[in-house]
């Protein structure tokens, strides 16, 4: 599996090479080119830590760090659309970061911190019956529970879809709307927890859904209500005329933990396939 991904994440950056000779495109915006083969690079090996078994990659990065690396890249494509300006860049960014959150919800769903992922079926014929019951987990946390339990249980569960019921109002303002929200997330938030169940990394819990799901219905009621999404939504499309060099100065920044994560990856692979 971890050759498939190395395979896959050299393949990918030669065909975006590639393209971006065709098109003639890799000389026109240099700093474009440089922040996509950082991405694909970043993304790309991000990916291959996970697939690898052995302790070296897999067990050596944890929810902090993938949370670092991506809050890095989204903040990199943020500041070179302040240097870039224009509206295409700003709507594509936008995607960018969609992706991303979704790569690190993915990441720590699943893989991050956790002994075992495998397919079993079977595991849906015998969910626990109390897992089934709303609102018998949460009372559980708040009668039995410590306030670690409770924070991390419940305001973890409270927050986890919030960052994509975001983005999705920062990418068009349709979202703003709380029952359009729902049609794309309650999907999600339904699928996360029968992939847990089968994949044997959690379990099937029918108050993580209420829980993410009255947790985007808050965000999204307080955060429109009060006007507040229309003034954050400018700062990810509206012309920024700050210096140059303020811009520059992010950019750079926000590339020091990608190129760092880079070159601590690379020199792994090479020690571990020499």
């Known amino acids: 599996m971890d050759n498939v991904i190395l395979f896959m994440l050299i393949f990918i950056l030669a065909i975006y090479l590639i393209y971006k000779i065709i ?10 080119t440089f922040t996509d083969i950082i991405l694909i690079l970043t993304v790309g090996l991000f990916m291959y830590y996970l697939s690898v078994a052995t302790p070296i990659f897999r067990y050596s990065i944890d929810k902090i760090e993938a949370v670092l690396i991506m809050i890095s890249l989204f903040l990199l494509y943020f500041s070179y659309g302040l240097i870039k300006d224009g509206d295409k860049t700003y709507k594509n960014n936008v995607i960018i970061y969609i992706v991303l959150y979704i790569i690190l919800l993915i990441s720590i769903t699943f893989f991050i911190g956790r002994t075992s992922f495998g397919f079993d079926l079977e595991r849906l014929t015998s969910i626990y019956e109390g897992s089934l019951v ?101 700062l990810f499309y509206k012309t920024f005329n700050g210096k140059n060099f303020i811009k520059y100065f992010i950019y750079f920044i926000s590339l020091i933990f990608p190129l760092i994560f880079i070159i601590k990856a690379l020199s792994k692979i090479i020690i571990y396939v020499i």
């Open 23 to 32: 098109k003639k495109e890799i000389f026109k915006n240099k700093l474009k």
């Open 134 to 234: 709303p609102f018998n987990t949460i009372t559980s946390y708040f009668t039995k529970g410590s306030v670690r339990s409770i924070v991390f249980n419940v305001g973890g569960n409270l927050i986890m879809l919030v960052p994509l019921s975001f983005l999705l109002m920062v990418k068009n303002k349709k979202y703003n709307n709380v029952l359009r929200q729902l049609l794309i997330i309650t999907p999600i938030v339904i699928l996360i927890e029968l992939l847990q169940e089968i994949t044997s990394v959690g379990l099937f819990d029918v108050d993580d859904i209420i829980l993410n799901i009255f947790g985007v219905i808050l965000f999204t009621f307080i955060i429109t209500r009060f006007g507040i999404m229309d003034k954050i939504r400018k």
